[in-house]
Nanobody
């Protein structure tokens, strides 16, 4: 079992930057890949960015060039640096992990709210 705890959300003006982080604990050795998802009010949860060893990070088209995902294996943390934020980036951001044996998300964090105002 892996526990994921997000932090760093908040209120930011459009054009600004924000960094959200995710601390992983528990059976860290079983994590293969990690990702950030987001869910805006009235919309489905969507994949924002993902990272795994030996592969280039994945970014949704809507955030490419603005967001950067990174993983610190020594500290068991996952981060998402968000620059040039837009109002449409407003959502609850969730950290997620995957095992090596199943393409579906295995564990979810509780989420952290990001609100962008213009």
């Amino acid at each position: 079992q892996v526990q994921l705890v997000e932090s760093g959300g908040g209120l930011v003006q459009a054009g600004g930057s924000l960094r959200v982080s995710c601390a992983a604990s528990g059976s860290i050795f079983s994590i293969n890949a990690m990702a950030w998802y987001r869910q805006a009010p009235g919309k489905e949860r969507e994949l924002v960015a993902a990272i795994s060893s030996g592969a280039s990070p994945y970014y949704a088209d809507s955030v490419k060039g603005r967001f950067t995902i990174s993983r610190d294996n020594a500290k068991n943390t996952l981060s998402l640096q968000m620059n040039s934020l837009k109002a449409e980036d407003t959502a609850v951001y969730y950290c997620a992990d995957y095992s090596a044996y199943d393409p579906r998300v295995r564990d979810w964090g509780q989420g952290t709210q990001v609100a962008v105002y213009s």
